[in-house]
């Protein structure tokens, strides 16, 4: 008998598995960026956030890391992932469980057939029993099983480096676009009074007879112009701090600010080349996980063609009576063997073969999408740096212009040799010359965290510690 269970055992392990091994598909690269940044630097393994030099948004990150509810959902996913592996490879084990059970029971002495005296009434019956069970994994089903439930668990896990990923760049990005409104609003507010002021002075003038009431409506116009700004301003403003305390895992309210969008330090430009996102994008190494998975799939379903093979016994001791229950007559014991194996399922097998490795095509198709889009995502981020750069350069050219047209405007006004409508048509450029460079630097401070989202790389296992989280 002990000869009959190591030959079964060494049999299971040395068993083939079904369905092809897991090869990483061959993927058409990339040889370089087109927009690649000559003074990049290997800098997208740091906390990047911090190259900013704001205090502020370095602690908004570090409390989003902590408190953000997508990140702890991703957690727990992550533990049922591991919880299911454990129970799939459960199953290459045998499974040991115990029982007992105790019964008193009278007849009836008014049955046709009396109760013989030689028998006791009510009876008594006590049992103890211990069981096992084990299906053979000859065929490899439940170690591709264990397979499959290992690459969902990784990619369970780099979901989560993902949401961490996605969730840092969010907060920055938030975070300056913030700063970008506040100074938009500034601007909007300090024109508002300076207009105010010249509103009241051509007021004053009218009233005299000095100027026509022309002059006073057109100043009046610059007024509500931005006037009408504010509100708008400050309605993005309110909706960006909540979107920015939701990230935080906060209800709504104020957002502390930092240094202002002239103060922000540029953060240098990592460099990357295009296989070093394959193994760095979490995205990327999720949708190959779910291909190792699929792939393991196929082979559990083509091994419900072939016989199931369990083994089954049970020991254990009963008596009518407690005090005999541990005596030698009172043992009992049973052992068996079976193999079940499908004749006609009319294509239920076949069925989930084909599902299974519609699946694989599925995920495979879905691996090349989520390197293509990394690849495009990358230089996206690229060319937007680089024209997001030059249209700031030309931006600032053009408010420095739009000032000293104001001012030449108002000093040949002042002087009697031009009408207001120069200074208004001055005042027309300069004001949303103003807040577009004011919005073209958020863009441009923008698009330098989409580079590092954009690239992946180690910097997300250094946001993975301030979550508490273990790689």
């Not at 979901?159 to 601007?187: H, K, N, P, T």
């Amino acid at each position: 008998m002990l000869r009959f269970f190591i030959l079964i055992i060494a049999t299971s392990l040395a068993g083939c598995m079904l369905g092809p091994d897991y090869q990483r598909p061959v993927v058409d690269m990339m040889k370089s960026y087109n927009y690649e940044v000559k003074e990049a630097q290997k800098t997208a393994n740091t906390d990047w956030w911090r190259q900013f030099r704001d205090p502020v948004l370095d602690d908004l990150i570090t409390r989003a890391l902590a408190g953000n509810k997508n990140v702890r959902i991703a957690a727990a996913n992550i533990e049922q992932a591991a919880g299911l592996l454990t129970q799939v490879r459960s199953q290459l084990f045998p499974q040991v469980n115990y029982g007992a059970n105790a019964a008193r029971q009278r007849l009836s002495e008014k049955n046709a057939t009396p109760v013989p005296s030689t028998v006791s009434n009510p009876q008594e019956s006590f049992q103890l029993f211990a069981g096992a069970s084990w299906e053979i994994d000859l065929w490899g089903r439940v170690r591709r099983l264990s397979e499959a439930a290992r690459a969902n668990m990784l990619a369970s896990v780099e979901a989560r480096r993902g949401i961490i990923l996605s969730l840092v760049a969010s907060v920055a990005s938030s975070y300056l676009q913030l700063r970008g409104f506040d100074e938009q609003l500034a601007i909007a507010r300090r024109n508002l009074a300076s207009y105010q002021d010249s509103v009241r002075l051509f007021e004053l003038q009218f009233k005299y007879g000095q100027i026509s009431q022309m002059n006073v409506e057109q100043a009046r116009t610059q007024y509500e112009t931005a006037a009408a700004a504010i509100p708008q301003l400050e309605n993005q403003i309110v909706q960006t701090e909540n979107a920015i305390l939701i990230l935080l895992g906060c209800n709504p309210g104020p957002v502390p600010r930092g240094k202002s969008i002239y103060e922000l330090a540029i953060p240098a430009v990592p460099a990357g080349v295009p296989s070093e996102v394959l193994e760095s994008r979490p995205d990327i190494l999720q949708a190959e996980q779910n291909l190792i998975s699929a792939n393991a799939q196929i082979g559990a379903a083509r091994a419900l063609y072939f016989p199931t093979i369990s083994l089954t016994g049970n020991y254990g001791v009963s008596s009518s009576a407690l005090r005999s229950l541990f005596k030698g007559p009172a043992e009992t014991w049973s052992y068996a063997g079976s193999i079940i194996g499908p004749i006609f399922t009319a294509g239920a097998v076949s069925g989930q073969v084909k599902q299974t490795e519609a699946a694989r095509q599925a995920a495979l198709l879905g691996y090349q999408a989520s390197i293509q889009s990394a690849f495009a995502d990358v230089e996206n981020a690229l060319v937007a740096r680089q024209k997001l750069g030059d249209q700031l350069d030309a931006q600032r050219r053009l408010v420095n212009a739009s000032k000293e047209y104001e001012r030449l405007a108002r000093l040949q006004y002042d002087g009697g040799y031009t009408p207001y409508f120069t200074v208004l048509q001055a005042q027309q450029q300069l004001f949303p010359a103003e807040l577009n460079w004011a919005q073209t630097r958020a863009s441009f401070f923008v698009s330098l965290v989409n580079i590092y989202k954009a690239l992946g790389g180690g910097w997300v296992n250094e946001a993975d510690k301030l979550t508490g989280g273990k790689e």
